[in-house]
Nanobody
Framework: QVLLLESGGGLVQAGGSLRLSCTSSGRTWSSYSMAWFRQAPGKEREFVAFISPRGGTTDYADSVKGRFTISRDNAKNTGSLQMNSLKSEDTAVYYC??????????????????WGQGTQVTVSS
């Protein structure tokens, strides 16, 4: 089991950038795949981006493809989400999630059992 802590959220103008970080407490971080999800008020939590344990596979929601980049540093037990060209519709609470199981279906939030507490991202237009 790992404990996850997000940081880096805040208020930014449309077109700006933010970098979110996810820090893991566990010593087996390199065994976990990681994803970012987000949840806007009144909406379901949705998939944003995924990265495999060693970083060889990444995946993005269509709404963020080309603007967001997911990465990880297993030596530092961290993961990141670089968000560029932010839009007002990106406003949400962003969550870091991790799982030990491999395989597909990484876009489904039900397949993750480790979650951070979330960090607020607000994009003003």
């Amino acid at each position: 089991q790992v404990l996850l802590l997000e940081s880096g959220g805040g208020l930014v103008q449309a077109g700006g950038s933010l970098r979110l970080s996810c820090t893991s407490s566990g010593r087996t971080w390199s065994s976990y795949s990681m994803a970012w999800f987000r949840q806007a008020p009144g909406k379901e939590r949705e998939f944003v981006a995924f990265i495999s344990p060693r970083g060889g596979t990444t995946d993005y929601a269509d709404s963020v493809k080309g603007r967001f980049t997911i990465s990880r540093d297993n030596a530092k037990n961290t993961g990141s989400l670089q968000m560029n060209s932010l839009k007002s519709e990106d406003t949400a609470v962003y969550y870091c999630a991790a799982r030990l199981i491999s395989g597909t279906a990484w876009r489904r939030k039900e397949n993750y059992d480790q979650w951070g507490q979330g960090t607020q991202v607000t994009v003003s237009s």
